[in-house]
């Protein structure tokens, strides 16, 4: 790290501290590969010793499943395989990584960035980053695949720091996950298993897709300021100027269009404004072909393949564009572009193997609902007023989200424990959820449970070879405690303001008599 010798203060010696005691541990291949043999041993442990909890939903007695067992070691055997191929955030990544190969092969994409770069004021840019990271959410996982690789290249163009570029877009795609503009997939997903809970004391109530709407616009810009802060005043001067491997300070090329590529960006426009078009024929009318049977959109084949739809807007507009300056000739030149895409995902191919299998014994295993129904059992037992207990269950769904990754999974098995616990004391499921949100929010960033952390080391490592879990860790604990502190403060007087959370959604609960 630059600027090593300079005076610097406790917090920042921690940082560095973090930073060297995670990159001393081992790859993080091998790092993976050793938690997945912690949780076939603890599998076993558990079993062991008995320990067993009542899941809040099923009322079924819950114990570990003992995977070093004949049975658990076939399991081990057989779906080796597929929890490699079936992990979510590989087939994502490649596909993703495929069209955008082009685009980055052919130049379109740096052509486009030396566009924003030599026409947009510099003072925004930061903040500009995080907050389309922030709004990346709605468009499922395009923020983690194109925008932080891409905010990377942006601030290596100016002489800024690629790894705080990429550190400011993944603060907003991964940490400002529960904050928005409009709805997303998971809004829907995760009010419909805070329905089911709430039903559990109310069989009419109804918690509807925009019940934290309103605190999540306000977030989006608290969120986004925040992360702006993080980035230009903490994470940024301890990184310094970027220096390549062989320790010269590096700065990108920035040269102006030539009139062959300012062509070609015409052409990809007007192919991007083509893409548009079929796709506002196909959402618009009431029976569009891009929505649902039912006419919905939010669960449409357009919001869930939008990585499809990323695929071909980059592919398509990247071919355009290698056509029309020359760069492409044939159809050799463009399967040598996608595959120059792939080449650079080997590092991550190889940690997702060992993530992948980590991931899947722990699931197997049942540690994490064991550990998190007795952590909710403990905070229930806590006799404290409401915001004590919001601050608490924040704490806690942020502790939580460091041993399980999946949002809806770790709410499928706490909503029904908190929230029917809140409803007596008087607080509406919205509250609980949108409380929830903030707590699974802030640790993304720092979660090796996370889905993509494994391709954030990717990206790191192409700007230095020597990043690894503790790099990470160490940029990123910054936005986590700066973005939990912000949230709380904002929950707290939104508290105390008593504004509702969204549309026809209170604090409060009255219980019918």
């Known amino acids: 790290m630059s600027d090593s010798t300079k005076k610097t203060g406790l917090f920042q010696r921690m940082l560095n501290w973090t930073e060297r005691a995670g990159n001393a541990l081992p790859h993080p291949a091998t790092l993976f590969a050793l938690f997945a043999l912690s949780a076939l041993l603890f599998s076993a442990l ?3 010793l008995g320990w067993e909890v009542i899941h809040p939903a099923t009322k079924e007695i819950v114990k570990p499943v003992n995977l070093l067992s004949k049975e658990g070691v076939h399991r081990i055997l057989l779906e080796m395989v597929e929890n490699f191929t079936s992990f979510a955030p590989l087939g994502i990544v490649l596909v993703a990584m495929l069209g955008i190969g082009i685009a980055e092969h052919s130049g379109l994409i740096n052509a486009v960035i030396r566009i924003l770069v030599l026409n947009s004021p510099r003072k925004l840019l930061t903040f500009v980053i995080v907050f389309a990271g922030i709004l990346s959410n709605a468009a499922s996982d395009v923020g983690y695949v194109l925008l932080i690789p891409l905010a990377g ?14 550190a400011a877009a993944f603060a907003g795609v991964s ?8 709805l997303g997939t998971i809004d829907p997903l995760l009010a419909g298993l805070s ?4 039903q559990i004391m109310d069989k009419t109530y109804e918690v509807n897709p925009t019940a934290n709407y309103y605190f999540m616009v306000a977030s989006t810009f608290i969120i986004a300021f925040a992360g702006t802060f993080v980035t230009e005043k903490i994470v940024e001067p301890r990184l ?8 010269d300070i590096e700065t990108a090329s920035m040269d102006k269009l030539s009139k062959e590529e300012k062509k070609g960006l015409w052409r990809s426009l007007i192919a991007l404004g083509v893409i548009i078009g079929i796709t506002l024929i196909g959402i618009i009318p009431e029976n569009g072909f891009f929505r649902c049977g039912d006419g919905t959109l939010l669960e449409s084949p357009l919001i869930k393949g939008v990585v499809a ?6 592919g398509i507009t990247g071919l355009v564009y290698g056509f029309s300056i020359g760069k492409y000739k044939n159809d050799a030149d463009v399967m040598n572009g996608m595959a120059t895409s792939i080449k650079t995902l ?33 905070l229930m037992e806590a006799d404290i007023g409401l915001i004590p207990l919001m601050i608490l269950f924040i704490l806690f769904a942020a502790g939580i989200n460091m041993l399980m990754g999946s949002a809806s999974a770790k709410w499928a098995i706490l909503a029904p424990i908190f929230i029917p616990m809140f409803m007596i004391m008087g607080y509406s499921p919205e509250l609980s959820q949108v409380v929830y949100r903030i707590g699974d929010s802030v640790t993304n960033v720092i979660s090796p449970m996370m889905s993509f952390f494994a391709l954030i080391i990717a990206f790191f490592q ?22 939990l502190l912000f949230w709380i403060i904002l929950l707290i007087v939104w508290l105390l303001l008593g504004i509702p959370l969204g549309p026809d959604s209170s604090i409060y609960y009255v219980m019918p008599q």
């Not at 192409?462 to 990123?476: L, Q, R, V």
């Open 46 to 48: 558990g079993h062991a």
């Open 153 to 166: 290249v942006i601030f290596h163009a100016i002489g800024r720091h690629p790894i705080a570029g990429m």
């Open 175 to 182: 940490g400002g996950f529960s904050a928005n503009l409009i």
């Open 195 to 198: 329905e089911e809970a709430a």
């Open 240 to 247: 310094g100027k970027y220096k390549s491997e062989s320790g």
């Open 309 to 314: 739809m990323l695929f071909f807007t980059a």
């Open 346 to 378: 080997a590092t991550y191919i190889v940690l997702v193997f060992f993530a992948a299998q980590f991931i899947a014994y722990f699931k197997w295993s049942n540690l994490g609902i064991i550990l998190a129904v007795n952590g909710a059992n403990f």
């Open 462 to 483: 192409k700007y230095d070879s020597k990043s690894g879990i503790g790099t990470i860790i160490a940029t990123m604990v910054p936005y986590s405690l700066v973005f």
